[in-house]
T-cell receptor
Framework: EAEVAQSPRYKITEKSQAVAFWCDPI?????LYWYRQILGQGPELLVQ????????DSQLPKDRFSAERLKGVDSTLKIQPAELGDSAMYLC???????????FGPGTRLLVL | DQQVKQNSPSLSVQEGRISILNCDYT??????FLWYKKYPAEGPTFLIS?????DKNEDGRFTVFLNKSAKHLSLHIVPSQPGDSAVYFC???????????FGAGTTVTVRA
């Protein structure tokens, strides 16, 4: 069964350092999403891509976060510099197209010290 | 502003009995609702969904009920099994705006 892949699964970093997360969506899925889940809360959308274009990044803290999906396939989410409040689970999801069911990867758990 | 609320953070149920999870929403423009299940160290897995044109959708042991006038939906699991122990998230989106809004989740524990 096709799955969304994410790496790394766990990341520990010190504040002010840069971190990057990678996501490979299910093959053929045009829409890719990055979510942040803080412990005890539901996932919150950070950015949404349709192919290589950003269609919604209204919740992305653009002073420190960036995301790209250069070839419309895999994607990278970067934080620079990381802050203590960035400690969370970062989830990637994909769907065949906008409005279709979203399938999630296992996530990257980030701890900022 | 939390548009989707799951007011019960946890639920404990005996194996074989019914689990009922509740979800309330405030945005009257929401027209599609989903439930996701999440095990520890894994991402959420799609479970079941319902469109606003329906009031019930059933898939095996899982049934979702939607009450639009009350802005309330519920997930029934019958019978509950030990493998159902997980965190369940309610989510919703508006037509033509595919951003999902999630609730905070309900942790279900099925006791043997």
């Amino acid at each position: 069964e096709a799955e969304v892949a994410q790496s790394p699964r766990y990341k520990i970093t010190e504040k002010s350092q840069a971190v990057a997360f990678w996501c490979d969506p299910i093959s053929g899925h045009a829409t890719l999403y990055w979510y942040r889940q803080i412990l005890g809360q539901g996932p919150e959308l950070l950015v949404q891509f349709q192919d290589e274009s950003v269609v919604d990044d209204s919740q992305l803290p653009k002073d420190r976060f960036s995301a790209e999906r250069l070839k419309g396939v895999d994607s990278t989410l970067k934080i620079q510099p990381a802050e203590l409040g960035d400690s969370a689970m970062y989830l990637c999801a994909s769907s065949f197209s906008r409005g279709e069911t979203q399938y999630f990867g296992p996530g990257t758990r980030l701890l900022v010290l | 502003d939390q548009q989707v609320k799951q007011n019960s953070p946890s639920l404990s149920v005996q194996e074989g009995r019914i689990s009922i999870l509740n979800c309330d929403y405030t945005n009257s423009m929401f027209d599609y609702f989903l439930w996701y299940k999440k095990y520890p160290a894994e991402g959420p897995t799609f479970l079941i969904s319902i469109s606003s044109i329906k009031d019930k959708n059933e898939d095996g042991r899982f049934t979702v009920f939607l009450n639009k006038s009350a802005k309330h939906l519920s997930l029934h699991i019958v019978p509950s099994q030990p493998g159902d122990s997980a965190v369940y998230f309610c989510a919703a989106n508006e037509m033509n705006d595919y951003k999902l809004s999630f609730g905070a989740g309900t942790t279900v524990t099925v006791r043997a």
